[in-house]
Structures are given as C-alpha cells and as structure tokens.
C-alpha cells in the first residue's frame, strides 16, 4: 500500500503532536504536586535556608545585594522571626511558579489535542483518496 507525501506529512506530525504533549502532560502532572504539595518541591537551597537561623543567615549574607557588604548579625529572635516570615512567602512563590507553569502547560496541551486532530484529519482524507486511486 503506496502512501502519499501528504499522508506521511500529517502522520509525521501527529507523532510529533504525541511526544509533545506526554511531555508536557507530565510537565503538567508535576505543576499539579507543586500546586499540592509546595512543600516536598521546593528547592533544597530554599528549604535548607529556612531550618535554623545560621543557614538562613548565611544564605542572607551571600545574597546578591549583600556580596561584599560587612554586616553585623542581628539577635536570635529578630533573625528567627525574619526566617518565619521569609518561608510562608517561599512556598507562596512555589505554588505562583506551579500556577504558571500549569498554565503554560495546559496551553501547550490545547494547541497540540487542536493540531494533532487537523493532522490526523488531513492523513484520514488523504489515505481515502490513497485507497480510492
């Protein structure tokens, strides 16, 4: 069975518009335990900053904006206090980030269903008139 160029084209894509989307369906399913769970992925350097003061501390001082500065570490209750404030809002970030991406994810999932099925389509019909010839 002969295939023509049109049919091999739209089945080439429709294999592309495959292994897109099971990446990013499971780009999507990680967004979704973010979303869940900010927590368990948040990153190993924002969640060893944030359980005791020396590393949270240590991570302010190497920050970008204070490289060089000579800074005087502030007592234990204020540096404590500004570390359980800092965490809420990192796992806050973790979450925004897992909206984002979710959202970029699903968009990228809409286009590839709506070109998979053009694609698919097209190979249909060109198969058809393959088959009638």
């Not at 240590?58 to 800074?71: D, I, L, P, V, W």
């Not at 209750?77 to 973790?94: D, G, H, N, V």
Request: glycine share 4%; proline share 3%.
């Amino acid at each position: 069975m002969k295939k023509s160029i049109l049919e091999v084209y739209a089945l080439a894509v429709c294999f592309a518009t495959i292994v897109c989307f099971v990446v990013a369906l499971g780009v999507a399913i990680y967004d979704l335990v973010k979303i869940s769970n900010p927590e368990f992925t948040l990153s190993s350097y924002e969640y060893k900053r944030h359980q005791n003061n020396d590393e949270f501390w240590k991570s302010y001082q190497c920050s970008y904006e204070n490289r060089g500065k000579e800074m005087q570490r502030p007592p234990e209750e204020i540096l404590t206090k500004q570390r359980l404030e800092s965490y809420p809002l990192a796992i806050k970030a973790e979450r925004r980030d897992a909206f984002q991406s979710l959202t970029t994810s699903t968009i990228v999932l809409v286009i590839d269903v709506v070109v998979f099925l053009v694609h698919w389509l097209i190979g249909r019909r060109a198969r058809g008139t393959n088959l009638a010839t």
